[in-house]
Structures are given as C-alpha cells and as structure tokens.
C-alpha cells in the first residue's frame, strides 16, 4: 500500500512563497506520474501540477503557471511544489497524488496540507 505524506503548508502574505513536499513510501515511485490538486472552501477539488514519472515533463493549470514549479526527486521518493508569487486565491487544502496509469486517474492521495495566503 502506498502513503503519501504532504508537508510544508502554512501562512504566507501575498506575493511570498512556500514549497510544499510529498514524501511517498511502500510502493514504486519511480514509476508513478505525480500531482498536486488543491482544494478551496466551497469549492471543488482542482487539479494544479503533474510531473512524469522521469520527470521529464511537467503540465500546470493556467492560473498556476509562471508561478508554481513541481519537481521530483525519485532518490528520495519525494515530489515537490514551489509556489511563488502566491495570491490569496491560492489558498487551499493542496493534496500529492500517484497515478499507475500515466495521470489518467490517481489511486493514491495524502492527507493534505493547508496553504492559506494573507491578502
């Protein structure tokens, strides 16, 4: 069974940055596309960032782009997300996910992490 373990959210003003980190344990990483979605009140889960299983390719949503990085470091069975030039839209519950199948669906989520921006 694989666990996802987010970290590295908190409170954060606008215009600042926070890097969040997904330790991964009791599977493949290495072969798994990684993700983040995020969450806001009221709001639907939203996709935000994907990264490939090499990491050779990454895929951001539009709002997020120029502004979020995601990155991997299979070693370490870790995927990260720096996110700069954060907006207090951006606040929400940010979720790591694995996907088997190439980012079609994600059999794995973690617990989530809350990332709130300060306006």
């Known amino acids: 069974q694989v666990q996802l373990v987010e970290s590295g959210g908190g409170l954060v003003q606008a215009g600042g940055s926070l890097g969040l980190s997904c330790a991964a344990s009791?599977?493949?990483?290495?072969?798994?596309?990684m993700a983040w979605f995020r969450q806001a009140p009221r709001k639907a889960r939203e996709f935000v960032a994907r990264i490939t299983w090499r990491g050779e390719y990454t895929y951001y949503t539009d709002s997020v782009k120029g502004r979020f990085t995601i990155s991997r470091d299979n070693a370490k069975n870790t995927v990260y997300l720096q996110m700069d030039r954060l907006k207090p839209e951006d606040t929400a519950v940010y979720y790591c996910?694995?996907?088997?199948?190439?980012?079609?669906?994600?059999?794995?989520w973690g617990q989530g992490t809350q990332v709130t921006v300060s306006s």
């Open positions: 009791g599977g493949s990483f290495g072969t798994y596309t």
């Open positions: 996910a694995a996907s088997l199948d190439y980012g079609l669906s994600y059999a794995y």
